[in-house]
C-alpha cells in the first residue's frame, strides 16, 4: 500500500515541474513530424 | 508514573566500522515523559534515535516499543512512533496540505481521517495559515513546525525529535519549545539537543552521553538543584579578612573571588547563613548580595564530559 502512495506522489511531483511536461511536448513534436514524413511517402507511392 | 516503561533500550551497541559510536547503551522512557538526549558532537546521539526510531540497525542489543521488539515486528513499532530527523524529510515543490496528506497515508490512515488529521496538526504546530503555500516557500521555522506536524500526525505515542530547534531564531525556538511542552501531555518525547538551556527548559529527564556511553541519567530538578547545605555566594560592599569570615560557626572553607565576592561551603542546617547574616550587620560589612548557588545543567555538564567528577558527586542525595 506504501508503495502506491509513495509512487502516486512522485508521479504528481514530476508534473509539478515543467520537465515533465516539456519531455512530453519534445516526444510529441518528433512523433507528429514522423507521422508527417510517413503521410507524404504514402502519398507519393 | 512508574510503570511499564514504554521504550526500553538494552545494551545497545553500533559500529560503523572500525569506530565503535555506541557503547552498551542502556534506558527506559516513561509514557508521557520528555526525555533529553545531550552531549557533545559525535556522542551518539543521532545514531541513538536513527535506531529507535528504525531507521538503523544496531550492531547488538535491543530495543523495545510498547512492548514490542524492533527488530522482530518493525511494522508495528514504526506505527507507534513519529520522527523528526536532523533534516525534516520536505518536498519543497508541494504544499503543506499536498505533504501532510501524503504522510498521513504513509502512516497508514484511512483516506477517509485524513483531512481531519491535517487538520488537527495544522491546529497544534500553528499552521492554520499556510496549508495551500509551497514548502519550498516557507521560512526555516514553518518548514520544522511541518516537520514536527509531519511527525505527530498520526498521533503516535512516541515522539523522536532530533535537535529541533536547530537553525531557528530565539522567537521560533521559544514557540517550537513551548509546542514540545504541549505535546508531552500525550505522547512520550525523546529529543536530543546539544542546547543546555532547552534541555533545562522542556525536558523532564535528561541523559548525557559521551563517547556512546551514558554519562548521567537524571531528572532536571535534581540536576540542576544543587547540593545538600550548598555552597553560598555572598558580596560585600565592605568586605572583611577570609579568617574574620571563617570564624563564623558552621562554616567550612571560604573562597576569595576578588572584589569582595566570597564563595563559602556551608555545613548543611548549621544555621550560617543566619550567623553570617547577623555578623555582617553588627560589623557593617555591608552583604549586598546572597546566592545560594545552583548547577546550571552546563556546569554539570561540561565536569562531566571533561571527566572532573564521578556523576554521584554532582548531585544531591535522593530523599
Redesign the interface.
Known amino acids: ?2 508503495i502506491l ?2 509512487a502516486g ?1 512522485e508521479l ?2 514530476l508534473f ?2 515543467p520537465l515533465a511536461w516539456t519531455l512530453l511536448a519534445v516526444l510529441q513534436a518528433i512523433l507528429s513530424y514522423a507521422l508527417l514524413i510517413q503521410m507524404e511517402r504514402f502519398a507519393e507511392w | 508514573m512508574v510503570g511499564i516503561p514504554f521504550v526500553e533500550v538494552r545494551d545497545l551497541h553500533r559500529t560503523y566500522g572500525p569506530l565503535a559510536v555506541l557503547r552498551g547503551l542502556s534506558f527506559e522512557l516513561q509514557t508521557g515523559e520528555v526525555l533529553g538526549l545531550l552531549g557533545p558532537n559525535g556522542a551518539g546521539k543521532t545514531t541513538t534515535l536513527q535506531i529507535l526510531s528504525g531507521a538503523l540497525t544496531p550492531s547488538s542489543g535491543r530495543v523495545s516499543i510498547g512492548g514490542k521488539d524492533l527488530i522482530a515486528e518493525p511494522r508495528a513499532c514504526k506505527l507507534l512512533l513519529g520522527y523528526l530527523p536532523e533534516h525534516p524529510p520536505l518536498y519543497p515543490e508541494l504544499t503543506v496540505d499536498e505533504y501532510l496528506g501524503f504522510c498521513a497515508r504513509l502512516r497508514q490512515l484511512r483516506r477517509a481521517q485524513v483531512p481531519a488529521a491535517v487538520e488537527r496538526v495544522r491546529e497544534q504546530c500553528g499552521l492554520e495559515d499556510t496549508g495551500r503555500r509551497l514548502i519550498g516557500n516557507l521560512s526555516k521555522g514553518f518548514q520544522q513546525r511541518v516537520g514536527i506536524a509531519q511527525a505527530i500526525i498520526h498521533s503516535p505515542p512516541l515522539v523522536i525529535l532530533d535537535e529541533p530547534t536547530v537553525g531557528l531564531d530565539p522567537i521560533q525556538i521559544r514557540e517550537i519549545r513551548r509546542l514540545i511542552r504541549e505535546l508531552a501531555g500525550e505522547h512520550s518525547i525523546i529529543l536530543s539537543t546539544h542546547i543546555l538551556a532547552e534541555a533545562q527548559a522542556v525536558c523532564d529527564r535528561v541523559q548525557i552521553i559521551n563517547r556512546g556511553q551514558i554519562m548521567l541519567s537524571e531528572t532536571v530538578d535534581r540536576v540542576t538543584g544543587g547540593r545538600p547545605g550548598g555552597s553560598v555566594q555572598v558580596a560585600f560592599e565592605a568586605p572583611p579578612g577570609i579568617n574574620e569570615i571563617e570564624a563564623i560557626s558552621g562554616i567550612e572553607s571560604v573562597e576569595s573571588l576578588g572584589s569582595g565576592r566570597f564563595r563559602l561551603r556551608c555545613i548543611p542546617n548549621s544555621g550560617a547563613r543566619e550567623q553570617l547574616l547577623s555578623e555582617s550587620l553588627g560589623k557593617r560589612w555591608g552583604l549586598c548580595e546572597l546566592t545560594p548557588e545552583r548547577h546550571s545543567l552546563e556546569e554539570v555538564f561540561v565536569r562531566l564530559i571533561a571527566g572532573e567528577e564521578e556523576p554521584a558527586a554532582l548531585l544531591e542525595p535522593r530523599a
Do not use: A, N, Q, Y
Open positions: 500500500m506504501s502512495t509513495i506522489r504528481r511531483s509539478l515541474s
